[in-house]
């Protein structure tokens, strides 16, 4: 299965804006290449990512096979509150991966 | 002296199929590129014929990159990102890829700063657009140009 | 146009500086010159090469050259003293050689060009005029690109990128740590100096820790996930160092982002490194004089068309080696050396208004594995509107037995040997 990297600060003071970065491994094959007998390799590639903090969505990506091989994403949030924020890749077939992080905010 | 003449010599065709071998091939080798028409429906899929006005999305790409494989991409957008006055998604555009679209980007005002980075595949030198759509409806672009060195092949042997 | 009088004392120049100045007086009647004058700028693989052919090939031209330093150190083979394996001394080269053949060197640091009076100004004040200038300025290294990481860091960090004092200081750290100590690289994005040179130089480090400290061990932590002659360098790494050496790329999220000299500890997207010796090699970008003299464009280094070398951005001026965007020349002493020959060709029959040589060239790099293997890769290109197309080309071939390997040696040691004795000797 793949394997998946989130850095996120353990803590946030109230309002802040917070870096969280991603990068799970997957080929993102494009479906444009061929092997090397001819034969067309087929696409296979994530196509969403999603971040909530529980059940309220904060970002979302679509990929298309412009999407690097181990997609990599960096975006920020703001720390209203605590809460477990989750994050949900998804590929072509509807086959996922998640990953949680609790968030502590201070005031 | 001459170095080369000590080396096995290799035609151009047995350097791709060694790349092939190792893989290295991998950025989009056909079709070659997105034709104009494909560019102008990806627009159009996604915006309509509403206008699009250039500014308040900061696009940030290398002007020169080696290995189109991976390229590291920013982009932003000048927005409050409050309840009422927030950007709803930026999406990117490559048009001498074989398709055009790159990825869509959704924020919410929980998000803070419409910012991200990612990395993204290049086959050929281009302009990319990203276009911006905010929660008044408005839509925004930025242009960034690349040069992408060419040669999947040597791209992996030199 | 302003008379150069005029441009020189708008510029603030006393006859001060003129008057120590001959060539500058010579200047004074340019437009009666019998003679042409090339000036080159940078005393390296490329700008020294290209004087001296330059001179044998047009000997009614006048050839300067200028370099403030009076000692060449070459990058090419430095790894190797990286490694303890060979003496610094044994790199430097003075310029002795390019006076003897017949070429003004003169040893300042050249502060500013102005490409429509035609003028190269030293740091002393001394003002050069030209009829074509050649700029082979090299790399220059852009400090503050990894967080953390200026000219301070370096000297805790070192990037021993530019060979000399950098070499000795990384070398001397690594012989320095414990036995189970820990090595950590980062290595740039391309384009930069030398494609192959950061796996040559982990496969040597590597060699030095599993010779002197085997419990020891390399991380490299790379900024790109594809590399030059990687399936070679791979092999050879795991048949030889094994766990000793651990690469990883920009898609594992390897890419350094910040350093913290103070703490030794080098920082990725997920991860922190405390390294026992840390070698930074930060991104670059064409020498500083070529962004004074306009040459540059976005990507920091200098445009050309192919077949001259010319600037695409300022007339009658050139740029070859490292600072030129060859592509798909790699930024290598072997292409400086080739372009440089090309560049001296075309620059003479240009001054003769004689239309340019149309030609190919080529480009070889050897790289050791460990002390006594190498590996190489060699390609051919030919120029078209935008740029060198590789036409050809190839690298040794993966499972070559060692006997194939140290024969590559030897031939990476000849091929030191004639190109330093060719530009320097």
Redesign the interface.
Known sequence: MWKVRIAVPKTAVAGE??TVKTLITHPME?G?????SGQRIPRNILSLFECT?DE??????????????N????????A?RSGTLTFRWEDQQGKEAKATHYLEVTR | ?S??S???????R??L?RA???S???I????ARATPQTMQIAMESAFGDRPITPGRVNLDL??????G???LLGVSVDSP?TKTDYVRFVQLF?PE???P????????P?????????????SADQTIVAVAGLSDDSLWSALAQI?V???A?????? | MKTRRRVLKDLGVGAGALALSPFTARAADSARAARSRVVIIGGGFAGASCARQLRIIAQDVDVTLIEPSTTFTACPFSNLVVGGLRRLSQQQFSYRGVEAAGIRVVHRRAVDVDPVAKRVRLDDGVDLFYDRLVMAPGIELIWDALEGYDEAASNRMPHAWQAGTQTLLLRDQLQAIPNGGLVVMAAP???YRC?PGPYERASLIAAYLKREKPRSKLLVLDA???F????LFMQAWQRLYGDLLEWRG??DGAAVTSVDPGKMTLRTDFDEFKADVANVIPPQRAGMIARRAGLT?????CPIRPLTFESRLVESIHVIGDAA?A??M?KSA?AANAQAGLCAQQVARLLADKPPLETTL?????SYVSQDHAI?????YQPDDT?W?????????LDAPDAVRRMEAG?AD??FR?ITSQVFG
């Open positions: 804006v917070l494009t444009f290449r061929r092997d090397t903090l309220q969505p904060l970002f979302r990506a679509t990929f298309h096979p412009a999407i690097a091989a997609p990599y994403l960096s975006f920020r949030l703001v209203e | 002296m170095a080369e000590k080396m096995k010599p290799l035609t151009r047995s350097c199929r092939a071998a190792l290295l091939v991998s989009m080798p056909l079709p290398p002007a020169l990159a080696e290995d494989n991976s390229v990102m490559s890829n074989p398709l679209d790159v990825a869509r980007f959704e924020f919410f929980g998000s803070g700063m419409a910012e991200v980075k990612t990395r993204i595949r290049l040069r060195v060419e040669g092949c040597l791209d992996g042997l030199i | 994005a391309s384009p494609p790109k996930d594809n030059s002659k990687k399936p920009v898609s464009d976005a990507s920091g280094w965007i592509n798909a790699p072997y080529s480009n070889a790099c050897y190489s890769v060699a390609g051919v740029a197309q590789a036409i050809d080309g190839g690298t040794s071939a031939y000849e091929w004639g």
